[in-house]
């Protein structure tokens, strides 16, 4: 099982989903105490997507791979307080873009592959970085994720501190996919 969180980044929210009536979306400061009683009852694995209500949107997905980016904001503090809790990030620019497309437009509006590929890439490295300390794991990440042999989008980085950077290398391969997250299903 995994949870799905939505990390703002206002750093102590606790807005409600209207949608969705008793699920929240948390700042980043509030995250920690949010799965509190949830970890200790046994979850094992978060999934976060990032949710912009302050920081600017603009064409180049700015704030995905940035430091005031609420995903890795909320990694960070989760592997302090909660080092065996498997952390999964969205990878995605459509948080981060003023168009709301997965990806970085040309003139004409279609998207631009090559450059989205390079985002997404950035984005994923930056949440490893957040999220791990083992740099051999981070070499192997980027070595993957700028191939130029490569025309796919990736799309999630799930990291874990109990698996090795050969077995994180081998399956990023399964981790190239479509343009949504794998989990956006549940």
Aim: proline fraction near 3%.
């Amino acid at each position: 099982m995994i949870l799905k969180c939505e990390e703002r980044d206002v750093p102590e929210c606790k807005d409600e989903i209207l949608s969705m009536p008793g699920v929240f979306r948390y700042g980043y400061e509030n995250i920690v105490e949010a799965l509190r009683p949830i970890v200790e009852a046994g979850l094992k694995s978060v999934l976060l997507f990032g949710v912009l209500s302050h920081l600017q949107k603009d064409e180049c997905a700015t704030h995905c791979d940035s430091d005031f980016n609420p995903v890795i904001k909320s990694v960070k503090l989760l592997r302090k307080e909660y080092p065996h809790l498997i952390v999964a990030c969205d990878v995605c620019l459509c948080a981060y873009t003023q168009h709301g497309h997965c990806g970085i437009l040309r003139g004409d509006g279609s998207i631009d592959n090559e450059k989205s590929i390079n985002r997404l890439a950035t984005q994923s490295l930056a949440y490893a970085r957040a999220d791990v300390k083992d740099e051999e794991r981070v070499g192997r990440l980027n070595l993957s994720t700028t191939d130029k042999n490569t025309d796919e989008v990736l799309k999630m980085v799930l990291i874990n501190r109990q698996i090795n950077a050969r077995e994180v290398a081998k399956d990023l391969n399964k981790l190239i996919g479509h343009c949504h997250s794998i989990f956006s299903m549940i």
